[in-house]
């Protein structure tokens, strides 16, 4: 992706941002809750869950 595509886009995402706020809240929250569940579930199956194993 060419550097202005970058900025374009990048320039894009923030206005979309402030314009919905909660939405980007509650897409985090969202996105916690199913970590939580999947780290929880990998536990109780008898795997050892480290915090950056996903990256």
Known sequence: ?????KKARAAYM???RSK???RCKQYAVNQWERRAERMAQERTAGKEVEPSADR
């Open 14 to 16: 923030r206005e979309w």
């Open 1 to 5: 992706m060419t550097e202005a595509a």
């Open 20 to 22: 919905n706020r909660e």
